[in-house]
Nanobody
Framework: QVQLVESGGGLVQPGGSLRLSCAAS????????MNWYRQAPGNQRELVAT???????NYADSVKGRFTISRDNAKRMVYLQMNTLNPEDTAVYFC?????????WGQGTQVTVSS
C-alpha cells in the first residue's frame, strides 16, 4: 500500500525559507516520478514541482528560481526546498505520485507565510 507522509511545514516570515520532506513507502520509490502540489483556501490544487526517476525536474512558473525539488532514493524521501517565500505561497502542500492510473497523496503540511 502506497503511503506518503509530509513534514516540515510551519509559519515563516516573508523572505524566509522552509524545507518540506515526504517519506514514501509501499512501492518501488526509485522507479517513479514524485510531485509536490499545493492548495490555498478557495483555490484548486496546483502542481508546484516534479522530479522524475531520472532526476529531471520541472517547476511551476510561480516558484521557478525559488523552490528546489530533490530526492534521496536510498532514504525513500523527496524534498522541497522553498526560499524567498511570500504570502502567496501560503497553502497546504501535498506529496504525490502516480502509479499506473492511480494517484496517491499524503495528508498535506501547512505552510503559512506571514509577518
Amino acid at each position: 500500500q502506497v503511503q506518503l507522509v509530509e513534514s516540515g511545514g510551519g509559519l515563516v516570515q516573508p523572505g524566509g525559507s522552509l524545507r518540506l520532506s515526504c517519506a514514501a513507502s509501499g512501492f518501488t520509490f526509485s522507479n517513479y516520478a514524485m510531485n509536490w502540489y499545493r492548495q490555498a483556501p478557495g483555490n484548486q490544487r496546483e502542481l508546484v514541482a516534479t522530479i522524475t526517476s531520472a532526476r529531471s525536474t520541472n517547476y511551476a512558473d510561480s516558484v521557478k528560481g525559488r523552490f528546489t525539488i530533490s530526492r534521496d532514493n536510498a532514504k525513500r524521501m523527496v524534498y522541497l526546498q522553498m526560499n524567498t517565500l511570500n504570502p502567496e505561497d501560503t497553502a497546504v502542500y501535498f506529496c504525490n505520485t502516480k502509479i499506473g492510473f492511480r494517484d496517491s497523496w499524503g495528508q498535506g503540511t501547512q505552510v503559512t507565510v506571514s509577518s
